[in-house]
């Protein structure tokens, strides 16, 4: 219990006693009991109504326990996850006892919802990690502690389950004991509790058990209400994410979030990054009611004495000063089914905002069991590594140890608009800060000027042999005669110099693309329309293309000449090669080729002639042909 110092009216000032919230999960390998034990634990304690009580008995008859009270049913909600008995999706549970209340997060143990057990893990305070006493300490077991340390929790508890399996053997359970603390060494973890039970009978659940008097420890929801979970340590000064810039009338203009650190109050003077604009603070708004401060935790909106250049994703700060950068290194948890490959593009969101950013590098990943670093090219789905982002903008942010809310962050797949990872931030890299845009005084308006021309790049994509070499070499003879200026980048001409450090993994493969793109941006700020032929076989990385070179100068052109015609043509001799497995990784035959979905034209060159192509490209440029 904690005392409350309020004000209450015409009552004065009182003191109120107010129980302490503690928000913890349950996780571990599948079926070590996570839903059996929490299910218990709310049925001994009598935290359960009488019509819950009475259908989770009438549950279990139909259950698969011989009959026997089911606990796991009271949190496996979804049909799926009573016919399998897994558990699936994150169960959420809120109860309260003499001491203390609770919310509970009940986390599915198979691999396949590693993600799920994430999501549970990043809201809390401590983590509840059970493991089968007759199994032992197990990869799944390892990887839940190592993404609990990931996550920020601090306070471990080893639930060491079905004791009674084992007839409640000192022995072993002292041997996963040891395990355990010996991987939790390797973990920035504050405290590690470990203790004997047995969900399905109920020993040391919610009282002592007289099968362990070797164990002098608390039960587990007693250790629980007695823990000491301190506050996440964060500097005092005031941190206020911009979520929404509420502008009901001309009159009214408020800035809206949730604070998230600090406190603030009428006439402060607060900061906007990353504008750097200064301002006082007129208004405080909590709901529909005006206040003279705001509290931590607390969604507010403020209003200041002056218009200053505030939108979403703007932050708001006070006697504190975040990190302003655009390359951060970060240890992500990676949650998607394709793997991470460097050079890939994603949406970064941290806080309010989210910024196009791409993975640079991936320094290493690491070793579930040992905790080693591992070099790596790509990383797997549940894979723990640390990478290397750039993004397309300065991110305000902190460090993860300093600042949970401002260190934290997910990489949305730009295309399917699926998480792909989440992750802290470790630190920012000090060259981002270094390195300056220089502006020139010739632009690239007036080169284009001087050449008469708007410059963009035409890019060809598809298979081999398909004829972007012949069509590309056309349109620039074409466009030659018509005096405009040109620069061709062909795929084999450009891997013979710039590229000729790249393979055809798909790694080589994403790099080779963003160093032609880079190369074409370039010719287009030279006022050059820049024509590009290359197989680009990924999606992704022709749309990270069109965003490196610009929407409105990205024209994509495919090429979309069937695969037989291609290999019939096979004027190199490659896909004989590729079918005698000559050559690894040749796209259309041991690799993929991902087909645009929405190009500006698509030419079949066994239904147009190379004229009649390099027409059509002409009319849809709007290029006259005189």
């Known amino acids: 219990m904690k005392q409350l110092e309020v004000w209450n009216g015409a009552r004065g000032r009182g003191i109120f006693k107010v129980k302490s919230l503690l928000k913890f999960i349950t996780c571990g390998s599948v079926d070590d009991g996570k839903s059996t034990l929490i299910g218990h634990m709310l049925y001994d304690a009598k935290l359960i109504f009488a019509d819950q009580k009475r259908a989770l008995e009438l549950d279990s008859k139909l259950g ?34 003499s001491e203390r209340s609770f919310i509970v997060a009940d986390c599915p143990g198979h691999e396949q ?26 990869k799944q077991t390892k990887r839940h502690a190592r993404i609990c340390a990931l996550m920020g929790i601090k306070h471990i508890v080893l639930a060491v389950n079905k004791m009674d399996l084992i007839d409640y053997d000192r022995y072993i359970f002292d041997e996963i004991a040891d395990e355990f603390k010996a991987l939790c060494a390797q973990l920035e973890v504050t405290s590690v509790q470990i203790i004997p039970v047995s969900a399905t009978v109920g020993d040391n659940v919610t009282k002592k058990s007289a099968q362990t008097q070797w164990y002098t420890g608390l039960s587990l929801l007693g250790y629980l209400e007695s823990l000491e979970v301190g506050a996440q340590s964060i500097n005092s000064g005031f941190i206020m994410p911009v979520q929404r810039v509420c502008r009901p009338n001309p009159q009214f203009r408020g800035f809206q979030g949730e604070v998230q650190a600090g406190t603030v109050a009428v006439g402060d003077t607060v900061k906007a990054l990353p ?44 006697d504190f000063q975040p990190k302003v950068n655009n390359l951060i290194t970060a240890k992500i948890l990676w949650m998607d089914n394709h793997k991470l490959v460097m050079g890939r593009n994603y949406f970064l969101k941290c806080g309010t905002r989210i910024l196009p950013a791409t993975v640079i590098k991936i320094k290493h990943r690491e070793d579930i069991n040992t905790g080693k670093h ?9 894979e723990i590594a640390e990478v290397d982002i750039s993004v397309s903008e300065k991110l305000i942010f902190d460090s993860f140890k300093h600042n949970h809310f401002m260190g934290s962050f997910i990489l949305i797949d730009r295309v399917s608009n699926m998480t792909s990872a989440c992750g802290i931030i470790e630190h920012d890299i000090r060259r981002g800060n270094n390195i300056i845009w220089h502006e020139t005084a010739v632009t690239r308006e007036f080169r284009a000027n001087q050449k008469a021309q708007k410059p963009l790049t035409i890019w060809f994509t598809g298979l081999s042999g398909s004829g972007k070499s012949t069509i590309a070499n056309a349109i620039e003879l074409r466009l030659t005669a018509m005096h405009k200026h040109t ?5 084999d001409n450009v891997r013979h110099g710039l590229n000729n450090n790249l393979g055809f993994t798909e790694k080589d493969r994403v790099e080779n ?15 050059l329309i820049t024509i590009t032929a290359f197989i680009s076989p990924y999606s992704e990385d022709r749309e990270s293309a069109k965003k490196i070179i610009g929407s409105d100068n990205f024209v994509e052109i495919y090429i979309c000449t069937p695969l037989a015609e291609c290999e019939k043509r096979d004027v190199k001799g490659l896909y004989k090669k590729a079918r005698n497995n000559e050559i690894p990784n040749f796209t259309g035959i041991s690799s993929p080729y991902e087909q645009p979905v929405n190009p500006a034209l698509s030419i079949d060159t066994t239904k147009l002639s190379i004229e009649e192509a390099v027409d059509m490209i002409i009319d849809y440029l709007n290029l006259s042909r005189n």
């Open 113 to 138: 919802y590693t993600r799920n057990m994430a999501v549970g893990a990043s809201f809390a305070d401590v983590a509840v990690i059970l493991v089968d006493a007759s199994a032992g300490i197990v």
């Open 64 to 97: 698969s326990n011989e009959g026997e009270i089911d606990y796991s049913l009271l949190l496996d909600g979804l049909m799926a996850e009573r016919e399998q008995g897994i558990t699936i999706d994150v169960a959420y549970r809120y109860f309260t006892t």
């Open 275 to 318: 504008s750097n604009e200064e301002a006082v603070i007129t208004k405080i708004l909590v709901t529909d009611k005006e206040c003279e401060c705001a509290l931590q935790g607390q969604p507010v909106t403020i209003c200041t004495d002056k218009e200053i250049d505030i939108s979403r994703g703007s932050v708001l700060v006070k």
């Open 374 to 382: 591992i070099n790596a090219e790509v990383v797997h789905k549940n």
């Open 487 to 491: 620069m061709l980048l062909d795929g």
């Open 513 to 527: 693309i963003r160093r032609v793109a880079e190369v074409a941006r370039l010719m287009n700020d030279a006022g």
